[in-house]
T-cell receptor
Framework: EAGVAQSPRYKIIEKRQSVAFWCNPISGHATLYWYQQILGQGPKLLIQFQNNGVVDDSQLPKDRFSAERLKGVDSTLKIQPAKLEDSAVYLC???????????FGPGTRLTVT | ELKVEQNPLFLSMQEGKNYTIYCNYSTTSDRLYWYRQDPGKSLESLFVLLSNGAVKQEGRLMASLDTKARLSTLHITAAVHDLSATYFCAVANSGTYKYIFGTGTRLKVLA
């Protein structure tokens, strides 16, 4: 069974630029999560989807971050414009349903200079 | 609001020794996970604990859950260098299954 796929793996941008991350969850998984993990901290949930609907986006900085999951499968997370404090690893995870175990992708390491 | 605290934050121990990592959470939950993260890597699921008194063991690691005390422990028996990593607990908010992660415990096992 293929795992959660993410791309790119690494990205370096200048502040005020835009960036987008892509996630392909495990086939059949209805719930998809985007987390931000700043160095030395635990992952922080940014947004949770159930199929293509948003369950929780309370910690998503909506003035600059956006995410979509149009067909209930792949998802993209966008930052526009980026700030220095957005430097982090962005992790995508999926689960069969919200109450089931999450499986994490390899993450995208973003550096904002 | 659900909050999750782990202690200690850092743990340096000798090979062969035993130690326990603690995870406290602030509101009721029906599931708790333990994850391992190696430097530069993603998170690997270790255990899921679903009920009061649940105990899971894998190799030198054993996790337990006390829902009344809102406490989970990860016990390390006879530590080996390969266990060096950061360990996170994550607690699910009942209903929405929004997961809140602890701060992590960075474990270093000295040979």
């Amino acid at each position: 069974e293929a795992g959660v796929a993410q791309s790119p793996r690494y990205k370096i941008i200048e502040k005020r630029q835009s960036v987008a991350f892509w996630c392909n969850p495990i086939s059949g998984h209805a719930t998809l999560y985007w987390y931000q993990q700043i160095l030395g901290q635990g992952p922080k949930l940014l947004i949770q989807f159930q199929n293509n609907g948003v369950v929780d986006d309370s910690q998503l900085p909506k003035d600059r971050f956006s995410a979509e999951r149009l067909k209930g499968v792949d998802s993209t997370l966008k930052i526009q414009p980026a700030k220095l404090e957005d430097s982090a690893v962005y992790l995508c995870a999926s689960s069969f349903q919200g109450r089931n175990e999450q499986y994490f992708g390899p993450g995208t390491r973003l550096t904002v200079t | 609001e659900l909050k999750v605290e782990q202690n200690p934050l850092f743990l340096s121990m000798q090979e062969g020794k035993n130690y326990t990592i603690y995870c406290n959470y602030s509101t009721t939950s029906d599931r708790l996970y333990w994850y391992r993260q190696d430097p530069g890597k993603s998170l690997e699921s270790l255990f899921v604990l679903l009920s009061n008194g649940a105990v899971k063991q894998e190799g030198r690691l054993m996790a337990s859950l006390d829902t009344k005390a809102r406490l989970s422990t990860l016990h390390i028996t006879a530590a080996v260098h390969d266990l060096s990593a950061t360990y996170f607990c994550a607690v699910a908010n009942s209903g929405t299954y929004k997961y809140i992660f602890g701060t992590g415990t960075r474990l270093k096992v000295l040979a």
